[in-house]
Nanobody, 122 residues
Framework: QAQLQESGPGHLKPSQTLSLTCTVS??????????WNWIRHSPGKGLEWMGA???????YYSPSLKTRTSISRDTSKNQFSLQLSSVNPEDAAVCYC??????????????WGQGTQVAVSS
């Protein structure tokens, strides 16, 4: 019964840094069966996994984004966050946070946030 909610800016200019936060309720981000992911969807690329932070704080990033991506967490608030630096129009997408269940296999996301639209333009 986890609930996830994204928050952050809806529009950025090129070269700025995107900062999104996912607030989790109904589950703890430190529970050892789960990882907490950022995924985005755009018309051109479809669904794209960006990265994740595991229950122990270890982070994992898409090879195509790792130089620009940082994921962190605040366990006291049960939140995890995404920072994507040097954004460009190709980064425009709907961004989701999602829970990954280890025991169901790689890419098994059982709970998703509603998504937040990120636009990038001058």
């Amino acid at each position: 019964q986890a609930q996830l909610q994204e928050s952050g800016p809806g529009h950025l200019k090129p070269s700025q840094t995107l900062s999104l936060t996912c607030t989790v309720s109904g589950a703890s981000i430190t529970t050892n069966s789960y990882a907490w992911n950022w995924i985005r969807h755009s018309p051109g690329k479809g669904l794209e996994w960006m990265g994740a932070i595991a229950y122990d704080g270890r982070t994992y990033y898409s090879p195509s984004l790792k130089t620009r991506t940082s994921i962190s967490r605040d366990t006291s608030k049960n939140q995890f966050s995404l920072q994507l630096s040097s954004v460009n129009p190709e980064d425009a997408a709907v961004c989701y946070c999602a829970r990954e269940v280890y025991q169901l296999g790689f890419g098994s996301f059982d709970y998703w946030g509603q998504g937040t639209q990120v636009a990038v333009s001058s």
